[in-house]
T-cell receptor
Framework: DSGVTQTPKHLITATGQRVTLRCSPR?????VYWYQQSLDQGLQFLIQ???????AKGNILERFSAQQFPDLHSELNLSSLELGDSALYFC????????????FGQGTRLTVV | AQKITQTQPGMFVQEKEAVTLDCTYD???????LFWYKQPSSGEMIFLIY??????QNATEGRYSLNFQKARKSANLVISASQLGDSAMYFC?????????????FGTGTRLQVFP
């Protein structure tokens, strides 16, 4: 158990809908990262938050947004969902912003039908 | 731009044998970190081992060791005494040299199958 908790584990929704994925980092970790794993794109970095502030952004679609709350948990919001958004979404956390290992949650498997 | 290449889509190894999973990387940064993660069929990403670019010795963690050859830009994972439970996808990843973030760039992965 990595100590990173993601909910829900599975999510099935229809095209055009909006969903929220939740992540609780390991105790003491200030950084939260979101990654998307799909068959065609592999594992891709989406966005990072550090202590409530956005720190780095990857190839995140405009339809996607994230935030980190004062208690350090994070949410990834996906809207106007398309079939191609079906993927495994991982949250990872680390203590700081450099030279630290990131530990991953179990992922949320999103299926858009 | 930084890039990670894993050229072995799949590997087979017999139980109790050693296996090497290849990883090459491309970066112009002097400071970087290299990671290996294991992803079993259940889907979670399990951290295995880390090597910093300035580390002079190869990293080891139990049955896992990282064969770091800086001049060749390779960071191969060696699993000794393979077990059936080692069957999984293995990803090599690199942390970019920007000190404001630990975001990782992943390779495409190698599927390892251990047979009795």
């Amino acid at each position: 158990d990595s100590g990173v908790t993601q909910t829900p584990k599975h999510l099935i929704t229809a095209t055009g809908q909006r969903v929220t994925l939740r992540c609780s980092p390991r105790s003491g970790d200030l950084s939260v990262y979101w990654y998307q794993q799909s068959l065609d794109q592999g594992l891709q970095f989406l966005i990072q938050y550090y202590n409530g502030e956005e720190r780095a952004k990857g190839n995140i679609l405009e339809r996607f947004s994230a935030q980190q709350f004062p208690d350090l948990h994070s949410e990834l919001n996906l809207s106007s969902l398309e079939l191609g958004d079906s993927a495994l979404y991982f949250c990872a956390s680390s203590v700081g912003t450099s030279n630290t290992e990131a530990f991953f949650g179990q992922g949320t498997r999103l299926t858009v039908v | 731009a930084q890039k990670i290449t894993q050229t072995q889509p799949g590997m087979f190894v017999q139980e109790k044998e050693a296996v090497t999973l290849d990883c090459t990387y491309d970066t112009s940064d002097q400071s970087y970190g290299l990671f290996w993660y294991k992803q079993p069929s259940s889907g979670e990403m399990i951290f295995l081992i880390y090597q910093g670019s300035y580390d002079e010795q190869n990293a080891t963690e139990g049955r896992y060791s990282l064969n770091f050859q800086k001049a060749r830009k390779s960071a191969n994972l060696v699993i000794s005494a393979s077990q059936l439970g080692d069957s999984a996808m293995y990803f090599c990843a690199m942390r970019e040299g920007n000190y404001n973030t630990d975001k990782l760039i992943f390779g495409t992965g190698t599927r390892l199958q251990v047979f009795p």
